[in-house]
């Protein structure tokens, strides 16, 4: 008869991403756009607000810093509770916003944590090319952030931004990325023009290129694509992925989420990282019926 074995059962738990960024109102950008991709991809987010704004679906706002000292509290009382197996660092809004995200990692590996796959989307730029922040975040970054940078997200004008040099075509956007490797990126991941036929997204790892495409889905300008992106890049490495599957997956999210966006606010509307979901359980994400001449809503008997 054999005996009971005296070592304990198994544990096992969630994977956990902490993200930092901006807390916008409307919830069409930002932390809250990392929490949904996060609940599609199985994974818990643990959240530091950096700063908080204004902004909505028709408006940029203003934005605020939470402030340095609770920035670096909030970090290290998530790294004292939960083990956090990735990081996604997003808008950031202000230099000392990126110092104070620096500094609190920073303490939280001289308490003994692992500070360890971390994914930056920069957000200084959106996708039609407006500029949201002055030069000083991106120069604050490069004197951060970038030289832990597990993988970074970034459109082809971050990538001049933080590289300062003219970025335009495939061939620009591939010395960018060299250039960023050499500023200490592991894995350098830079989005085609949103003008092109196909989308592309070209990644650099230090030794060569890969180069992900999809015919472009055509729509209406669309809030939180690169948000969710870079969240889903990092919730996959959480996961256990390698950064170049972990960038496939992100993209094959986006389409879909791209695809079945949510139909609220006055200005160009926000993606759907939970469209899958959705689609899953048979849940429309659009049903209200807009009474455009009384001005009211009534549910519009879909499910």
């Known amino acids: 008869m054999s005996r009971p074995s005296d070592s304990p059962p198994p544990r096992f738990r969630a994977p956990v991403l902490l993200a930092l960024g901006c807390l916008d109102p409307a919830g069409h950008t930002g932390l809250v756009v990392d929490v949904k991709t996060c609940a599609a991809l199985g994974v818990h987010a643990a959240l530091v607000p950096v700063a908080t ?28 509770d ?96 060299k250039a960023l490797f050499d500023k200490g990126v592991a894995f350098t991941a830079i989005h085609s023009p949103a003008e092109e036929r196909f989308a592309v997204t070209i990644v650099f790892d230090g030794q060569g290129f890969v180069e992900f495409g999809d015919d472009r889905i055509r729509t209406a300008h669309l809030r939180g694509t690169g948000d969710a992106f870079s969240a889903a890049v990092a919730a996959e490495l ?16 986006v389409r879909m989420a791209i695809a079945h966006p949510l139909l609220v606010g006055g200005g160009p509307h926000p993606i759907n990282p939970l469209a899958e979901l959705f689609e899953a359980r048979g849940i429309d994400p659009n049903p209200i019926l807009v009474d455009e001449d009384q001005g009211d809503q009534r549910p519009s008997g879909r499910a």
């Open 82 to 177: 939960l083990q956090v197996d990735a990081v996604k660092v997003g808008n950031l809004t202000a230099p000392d916003g990126v110092a104070a995200v620096s500094e609190g990692l920073q303490q939280a590996v001289a308490d003994g944590h692992k500070v360890e796959k971390i994914v930056v989307d920069p957000s200084l730029v959106d996708k039609m090319g407006v500029q949201r922040f002055d030069d000083g975040v991106a120069a604050a970054l490069v004197r951060h952030l970038l030289r832990r940078t597990t993988v970074l997200c970034a459109n082809m004008w971050e990538a001049s931004l933080l590289t300062r040099r003219p970025v335009g075509d495939r061939a620009s956007i591939r010395d960018a990325a």
């Open 53 to 80: 704004s204004t902004a909505t679906t028709a408006q940029q706002g203003q934005t605020a810093l939470v402030g340095a000292a609770m920035t670096i509290a909030q970090i290290g009382a998530v790294y004292g």
């Open 238 to 253: 959480a996961r256990g992925r390698a950064p170049l599957e972990a960038i496939e997956a992100a993209r094959t999210l």
